[in-house]
C-alpha cells in the first residue's frame, strides 16, 4: 500500500522560532501533496495544495509567508512555519495523491505532526 | 452553507452492534466522491470507504458499508458487528472537480464493551 511519512511526529519550540516539517511518499510519487491543520477536536483543514516544481496554492485567509512551503520532488515536500507562536499550536498533517489505475486520485495521509510553540 | 455536514459529535454503542455515522453533503457538481475517514487517538488519518457520485451501487468495504441517497444528498457509514477497536474519530468528506477534500467536523465513536 501506498505509505506516507512525516517528520517530525512531535516538536516543541520556543515562541519566535522556525520549524520545519517534511512530508514524504515512500513508495510511490505523489503527483500532488496537501497540508492541512487541525485544532483539538476540531476537523482538518485544507492549508495548501502543493504541486512538485510550482508554487503552492494557498487556501484563503492561510498566510504564505507565514507557513512556507516547498515541494522539492514527486516525493518530499515540506512545510516551514516561520516565527512560531504559541497560537500556531497544532496537528499539521499532509497528504499525498496518487493516480490509481481507475484514473481517480486518492489522497494517503501522514501520521501528523504535533506542534506546540511555548 | 457547509459542504459537509455531520449532526452527530459523538456516538455510544454496544460492542457487537452496528452502527450509522451520518454525512449529509451540499454541491452543484454532477461529479464528486465521497470519502469517510478513520482517525484514531494517534492522530493517522484511516481510509475506510469511497463512494463515487456516478457509482450506482452502495460502495461496501468488509464491515463498512455507505449508504447512498443521492437524491437526499446523504452518505451515511454503517459499521456492522462493531468492534472496541472501532473507537476514533470518523470523518466525511467530499471532493469535487479536482483534488481538494473539505472534510466534516467528524463523530467520535465510543463503543462499550
Known amino acids: 500500500g501506498a505509505v506516507v511519512s512525516q517528520h517530525p511526529s512531535r516538536v516543541i519550540c520556543k515562541s519566535g522560532t522556525s520549524v520545519k516539517i517534511e512530508c514524504r511518499s515512500l513508495?510511490?510519487?505523489?503527483?500532488?501533496m496537501f497540508w492541512y491543520r487541525q485544532f483539538p477536536k476540531q476537523s482538518l483543514m485544507l492549508m495548501a495544495t502543493s504541486n512538485e516544481g510550482s508554487k503552492a496554492t494557498y487556501e484563503q485567509g492561510v498566510e504564505k509567508d507565514k507557513f512556507l512551503i516547498n515541494h522539492a520532488s514527486l516525493t518530499l515536500s515540506t512545510l516551514t512555519v516561520t516565527s512560531a507562536h504559541p497560537e500556531d499550536s497544532s496537528f499539521y498533517i499532509c497528504?499525498?495523491?496518487?493516480?490509481?489505475?481507475?484514473?481517480?486520485?486518492?489522497?494517503?495521509f501522514g501520521p501528523g505532526t504535533r506542534l506546540t510553540v511555548l | 452553507a457547509q459542504k459537509i455536514t455531520q449532526t452527530q459529535p459523538g456516538m455510544f454503542v454496544q460492542e457487537k452492534e452496528a452502527v450509522t455515522l451520518d454525512c449529509t453533503y451540499d454541491t452543484s457538481d454532477p461529479s464528486y466522491g465521497l470519502f469517510w475517514y478513520k482517525q484514531p487517538s494517534s492522530g493517522e488519518m484511516i481510509f475506510l470507504i469511497y463512494?463515487?457520485?456516478?457509482?450506482?451501487q452502495n460502495a461496501t468495504e468488509g464491515r463498512y458499508s455507505l449508504n447512498f441517497q443521492k437524491a437526499r444528498k446523504s452518505a451515511n457509514l454503517v459499521i456492522s458487528a462493531s468492534q472496541l477497536g472501532d473507537s476514533a474519530m470518523y470523518f466525511c468528506a467530499m471532493r469535487e472537480g479536482g483534488e481538494k477534500l473539505t472534510f466534516g467536523t467528524g463523530t467520535r465513536l465510543t463503543i462499550i464493551p
Open positions: 513508495d510511490f510519487q505523489a503527483t500532488t
Open positions: 497528504s499525498a495523491s496518487f493516480l490509481l489505475r481507475t484514473g481517480s486520485d486518492e489522497q494517503f
Open positions: 463512494q463515487g457520485s456516478y457509482d450506482q
